[in-house]
Nanobody
Framework: QVQLVESGGGLVQAGGSLRLSCAAS????????MGWFRQAPGKEREFVAA????????HSADSVKGRFTISRDNAKNTVYLQMNSLKPEDTAVYYC?????????????????????WGQGTQVTVSS
């Protein structure tokens, strides 16, 4: 059973930065692709960024490209989301997710339904 625990959310002014962390346990972390998603009130959960199990491939949504960076440290079983130049529209609950038993080391997915395990979420609020 995978457990994912996010941290690092909070309140920040527009233009500021936050770094989210997601600590994984219960599996061999390097076997799993990881993703970050977000959900604002009244909206569907949406893709933010994903990284392959090797860390060699990363993909981010157009809305955050150039501002957010996903990375992972397989030795620490942790995936990160560095968020810079934050905007009020980035306000949401941010979730990390694990896509387990990935065969291809460079595989990533942007689809919510592909992911097997989810964290509890961390709130990010950006004030204008």
């Amino acid at each position: 059973q995978v457990q994912l625990v996010e941290s690092g959310g909070g309140l920040v002014q527009a233009g500021g930065s936050l770094r989210l962390s997601c600590a994984a346990s219960g599996r061999t972390f390097s076997n799993d692709a990881m993703g970050w998603f977000r959900q604002a009130p009244g909206k569907e959960r949406e893709f933010v960024a994903a990284i392959s199990r090797s860390g060699g491939v990363a993909h981010s949504a157009d809305s955050v490209k150039g501002r957010f960076t996903i990375s992972r440290d397989n030795a620490k079983n942790t995936v990160y989301l560095q968020m810079n130049s934050l905007k009020p529209e980035d306000t949401a609950v941010y979730y990390c997710a694990a896509l387990i038993n990935v065969y291809y080391s460079d595989y990533v997915s942007t689809r919510v339904d592909d992911y097997d395990y989810w964290g509890q979420g961390t709130q990010v609020t950006v004030s204008s």
